[in-house]
């Protein structure tokens, strides 16, 4: 009896512990997709600007327009980075929210 018990338990905790540690099982609320445009103090697009989300380390270019996209950031307050090489480096803290951000970054 208490075999079956000592074995029901180590199944139990194993079960548990394969689940938490799974690389899905990330919920929803920790990460999410940021979409953004990056513009000057006139409100000027900022086209091919390095932008990089530091605390996640996650990289991305802006389109001729100006806009960019990143997958999988970080739900909370992230410092940005912009690099452009017509209007320099700037950096920005931003908050990013659950169920995507919008961001317009804003060179000043």
Do not use: W
């Not at 208490?2 to 990460?31: D, Q």
């Not at 390095?50 to 990143?70: A, M, N």
């Not at 940005?80 to 317009?104: A, C, D, P, Q, Y």
């Amino acid at each position: 009896m208490l075999r079956k018990k000592s074995t029901i338990l180590v199944a139990l905790l194993l079960f548990i512990g394969v689940g938490c540690s799974s690389p899905g099982s990330l919920s929803s609320e920790e990460i999410t997709n940021v979409a953004g445009v990056v513009v000057t103090e006139d409100y000027e697009r900022v086209a091919n600007a390095e932008v990089h989300f530091v605390d996640d380390d996650l990289r991305t270019t802006t389109s001729e327009e100006g806009t960019f996209t990143l997958y999988e950031v970080s739900v909370g307050s992230q410092n940005v980075t912009i690099n452009s090489e017509s209007h320099g480096t700037f950096e920005k803290n931003v908050e990013i929210v659950n169920e995507g951000t919008r961001l317009e970054i804003k060179l000043d």
